[in-house]
T-cell receptor
Framework: RKEVEQDPGPFNVPEGATVAFNCTYSNSASQSFFWYRQDCRKEPKLLMSVYSSGNEDGRFTAQLNRASQYISLLIRDSKLSDSATYLCVVRATNAGKSTFGDGTTLTVKP | NAGVTQTPKFRILKIGQSMTLQCTQDMNHNYMYWYRQDPGMGLKLIYYSVGAGITDKGEVPNGYNVSRSTTEDFPLRLELAAPSQTSVYFC????????????FGQGTRLTVV
């Protein structure tokens, strides 16, 4: 079993749709959680950190469920510019090593 | 605002050749990382460093070496290149504390033929 697993995707949605991605992690000692966005042939960039209480940034909402060991990302009112690959990232407490999921590809269509 | 700078951006190597991928950051970050990303996959950690003079293996270190003589620089060395090392390589850096963002370089696309 992979340390970090994401929905396989791809997700193809129309503009304005709401879409949700899930990510599960196996290391119960994980302490830090992030969603990164990666555009085609570009480097990953931080989309948002995920806090225990959940957090929202505009159209994006991230949630953490420690008991079930998963995190989620909800995108409301999808835009064409949201088309990208979304990477789930989990970091354990020791040494700051991060484990990346394989990513979920989202395509938003007109 | 340079951030993390990687060179070269592209390289083609022949089997058995060696090369060094350069990475430098100007944010005074303690932590630096090298990842590889194969097509359709996530990033796999090759090596990382928690500070100058300290390096450690990640998930896929075989065939690579690193050094960290300064806070700014973290070069990745490929000895005896193999086709399996064809990939996109990303260097990243972050502050020491948990929960902080990692900043990535633009990547090096390496093809071994």
């Amino acid at each position: 079993r992979k340390e970090v697993e994401q929905d396989p995707g791809p997700f193809n949605v129309p503009e304005g749709a709401t879409v949700a991605f899930n990510c599960t992690y196996s290391n119960s000692a994980s302490q830090s959680f992030f969603w990164y966005r990666q555009d085609c042939r570009k480097e990953p960039k931080l989309l948002m950190s995920v806090y225990s209480s959940g957090n929202e940034d505009g159209r994006f909402t991230a949630q953490l469920n420690r008991a079930s060991q998963y995190i989620s990302l909800l995108i409301r009112d999808s835009k064409l510019s949201d088309s990208a690959t979304y990477l789930c990232v989990v970091r354990a407490t020791n040494a700051g090593k991060s484990t990346f999921g394989d990513g979920t590809t989202l395509t938003v269509k007109p | 605002n340079a951030g993390v700078t990687q060179t070269p951006k592209f390289r083609i190597l022949k089997i058995g050749q060696s090369m060094t991928l350069q990475c430098t950051q100007d944010m005074n970050h303690n932590y630096m990382y090298w990842y590889r990303q194969d097509p359709g996959m996530g990033l796999k950690l090759i090596y990382y460093s928690v500070g100058a003079g300290i390096t450690d293996k990640g998930e896929v270190p075989n065939g690579y070496n690193v050094s960290r003589s300064t806070t700014e620089d973290f070069p990745l060395r490929l000895e005896l290149a193999a086709p399996s090392q064809t990939s996109v390589y990303f260097c990243a850096s972050s502050y020491q504390e948990d929960g902080t963002e990692a900043f990535f370089g633009q990547g090096t696309r390496l093809t071994v033929v």
